[in-house]
């Protein structure tokens, strides 16, 4: 979700009950700190929805880790991955140069990335366990630890962005990458490119954990939401994240139930 598009709060708790009895894999939270929008704080969305569901993982999409204290962020994801029993998605970025929020908190935009490679480093390895000393341009920690751990080991570290830097991010730190609203000649260049650049690294990522964001239309019928949506399959994007574009809370739950029953098990066929 982006804006919130229920009538009412507790149209969310509806909408989490409802995906995973219709067999859901995940569901997904837009982080914006700044602006009257109307969107949700990410992590404290992951932290309901892990409260008012058993099975269904939930992940946002992505995180700006260059406006968050690392030490604070790395503990709640293992908080919400801990009480969720392991259903944690996180996905990361750094935010867009031209985003209100870096004005709004005094943030230079040209240090965002630098900011976020060391927020990354930093939570990945509270994640594992370590005590933590580091000492950057941004960061510095004498002994930091954390606990319960994640149970996730490791916790997925999904990446967002298309930019040269964010590729080089994913394949140095990411276990996985989600395209943003991009075509799927843009993701399937991404995927290639973050590809070329794990030859480099030695890593690896999972085939299946490449993603890409498919906007579906109220007024669109099936066949062209699940056409769109296998435009992404065959550029090499092997996870979908569902957007449905419809405002309300009857509007938006018939749209996802549609997607759910239509869209979904033809895509897995």
Known sequence: MAVFPFDAPKDLFTFAERCEAWGVDSLWQTDRLQGGDGQLEALATMATLAG???????GMNAVVASLRDPLVLAKQCATIDFLSGGRLLPVFGVGVEADPVWKATGR?????????DEALEIAQ???RGEEVHFEGRFHRYAGARIAPLPVQQPLPCWIGGSSPAAIRR???LGTG????????DEIARVIRAIQAELAHTGRT??????????????EEDTAASLARAREY???????LVLIPLARGTAAFLGLAERLAAEVLP????
């Open 170 to 172: 994913t394949a140095r």
């Open 205 to 218: 990522i999972d085939p299946d954990h490449y993603g890409a964001t498919v906007l579906c239309r109220p």
């Open 108 to 116: 230079e935009p040209a240090e965002r990335g630098r900011r976020a």
């Open 266 to 269: 033809a895509l897995e066929r």
């Open 177 to 184: 990458w989600l395209g943003g609203l991009a075509k799927p």
């Open 233 to 239: 399959l065959a550029a090499g994007a092997t996870k």
């Open 125 to 127: 390895r509270l994640w």
């Open 52 to 58: 008012c569901t058993q099975r269904i993982k939930f």
